[in-house]
């Protein structure tokens, strides 16, 4: 266990770190995919569980992040990520669109961070404290040395909680452990 830590996950962390930055990087065809706040509006207007006053401050925060062009997976999980050899591949692209990076980055952080232990051993086949150990190297690459990870987590939370829209909508009930993760929006 030990070795697997101080290893592999540092060095698997900081690869599919590299992996989202050249994705976040890529510029798309617009016209052939989807924009991600426009699939969470839709998300946010289906959702029964929020009132119409939450409903108006999530969506004010999806309208307030900036716009790009740049491809977003939709469902960023280190588990959705191959490496075969030299070659490193992301699979299950049926949510692919494009968008604000952190949209993605918030799905890792709810898979690392947010989730609890039962979730991580049934779909991830990892504990928890080796996913949280692989969203600290992964941030530490992705956003760069320089920040603290606090001041990372603080930034992409409520990202993290709006995937609550998603789970909600499979689940069909209320999700308080993720919707926590929206305090900061819905103030």
Avoid at 11 to 22: D, G, S
Avoid at 40 to 61: G, Q
Avoid at 83 to 103: E, N, S, V
């Amino acid at each position: 266990m030990w070795l697997r830590k101080t290893v592999v996950v540092p060095q698997y962390a900081e690869e599919f770190a590299q992996m989202c930055l050249q994705l976040h990087n890529t510029h798309v065809d617009t016209s052939q995919f989807e924009n991600v706040k426009d699939r969470y509006y839709r998300l946010l207007k289906e959702n029964p569980f929020f009132t119409s006053n939450e409903k108006d401050k999530i969506a004010k925060f999806i309208a307030d992040v900036p716009d790009r062009d740049t491809a977003i997976h939709g469902d960023l999980q280190f588990s959705n990520a191959i490496f075969a050899g030299d070659q490193h591949y992301f699979i299950d692209l049926g949510d692919f669109c494009y968008g604000y990076p952190l949209f993605d980055v918030g799905m890792l952080y709810l898979s690392c961070i947010i989730d609890g232990e039962k979730y991580l051993q049934e779909y991830c086949h990892m504990d928890k404290q080796t996913a949280v150990h692989f969203w600290e190297c992964f941030a530490q690459t992705y956003f760069g040395k320089g920040r603290s990870l606090k001041e990372i987590g603080d930034e992409v939370k409520p990202f993290a909680g709006l995937k609550t829209l998603i789970i909600e909508r499979d689940t069909g009930c209320p999700m308080p452990l993720l919707r926590a993760a929206l305090e900061g929006i819905l103030k």
